[in-house]
């Protein structure tokens, strides 16, 4: 059964695509059987897979949760092998309206994953900005969360709004979610507020802190614009090998749980 990873936040711009896209390409080269769920209406992970196909592809999350298609259906595989997605566009928003009067409304994609769980090790699912029905699909959906904060300021803003939220889902909808980790993205090392943020979370979140660090990196923006994970693009870049320790990081903690080692 595949581990279901979601990467939210719902503060704007720090990174959730950029690690839902590079994180999901390094675990599936290392061979284990990965599908990326864009949950996002502005379709950034799916814009950024995008080599090798001609066109978006015509079914996409927003005709699985709204339209009655078929999941397995809905799923393309993309230029990494290994790696799988279930693409977005900007249908989804209306998802949001069409779920809302559902019974199990909040249960949606859950259900729809279920489906393709004996298919992969690791699903991961690309949150959109805001804390609405979207996101609480996919912390119902998920095992863990995996929090991405911006070495900026305020990156601390909105993060005790969004623990308050998993306790939340954990009490009532979803038990088995747990945090994943908190992920300091685009830390830049001659920046004295980077070191300052960073510092800032290791005292006050210790017990969740990655021990990588994603450094700000031009080829992590870059890649995007050709569509593909930065591993295709600039594999000895920072940003690669940053990725690359990150999914090693995670993969390393279920070696021994059974989790992404089942062949
Ligand atoms: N480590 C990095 N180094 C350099 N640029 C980065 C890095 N991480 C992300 N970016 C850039 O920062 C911008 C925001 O990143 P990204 O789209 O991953 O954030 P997001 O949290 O998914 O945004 P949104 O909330 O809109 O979905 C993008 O232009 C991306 O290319
Ligand atoms: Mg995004």
């Known amino acids: 059964?595949?581990?279901v990873i979601c990467i939210a936040n719902q503060k704007g711009g720090v990174g959730k695509t950029t690690t839902a896209v590079n994180l999901a390409a390094s675990v599936a080269i290392t061979q284990r059987r990965t599908l990326i769920v864009d949950c996002d209406p502005q379709g950034n992970t799916t814009s950024g897979l995008m080599e090798g196909m001609d066109?978006?592809?015509r079914l996409n999350l927003y005709h699985c949760l709204c339209g009655g298609a078929v999941i397995s259906e809905a799923v393309r595989p993309t230029a990494v092998p290994?790696?799988?997605?279930?693409?977005?566009?900007?249908?989804?928003?209306?998802?949001?309206?069409?779920?809302?009067?559902?019974?199990?409304?909040?249960?949606?994609?859950?259900?729809?994953?279920?489906?393709?769980?004996?298919?992969?090790?690791?699903?991961?699912?690309d949150c959109p900005p805001a804390l609405g029905l979207l996101t609480l699909n996919a912390l119902v959906a998920s095992d863990s969360i995996l929090i991405p904060l911006q070495c900026e300021y305020f990156a601390l803003e909105g993060l005790s709004a969004l623990l308050k939220t998993i306790e939340l889902v954990k009490s009532s909808?979803?038990?088995?979610?747990?945090?994943?980790?908190?992920?300091?993205?685009?830390?830049?090392?001659?920046?004295?507020?980077?070191?300052h943020v960073a510092n800032d979370v290791r005292a006050h979140l210790p017990q969740h802190l990655f021990r990588v660090v994603?450094?700000?990196?031009?080829?992590?923006?870059?890649c995007s614009s050709y569509g593909k994970p930065v591993i295709l693009y600039d594999v000895k870049s920072r940003g690669a090998i940053a990725y690359i320790e990150l999914a090693h990081e995670i993969l390393s903690k279920y070696a021994t749980k059974g989790v992404g080692n089942d062949q």
């Open 55 to 57: 066109t978006p592809p």
């Open 82 to 125: 290994y790696l799988d997605i279930l693409a977005a566009d900007q249908n989804l928003v209306g998802a949001e309206i069409e779920m809302v009067s559902r019974e199990n409304r909040e249960r949606q994609l859950a259900i729809l994953l279920s489906h393709v769980l004996p298919q992969y090790e690791y699903i991961f699912l």
């Open 173 to 195: 909808l979803n038990p088995r979610l747990e945090i994943e980790g908190i992920l300091l993205t685009m830390f830049d090392s001659r920046n004295a507020l980077s070191h």
């Open 1 to 3: 059964m595949g581990r």
């Open 214 to 222: 994603i450094p700000r990196n031009v080829r992590l923006s870059e």
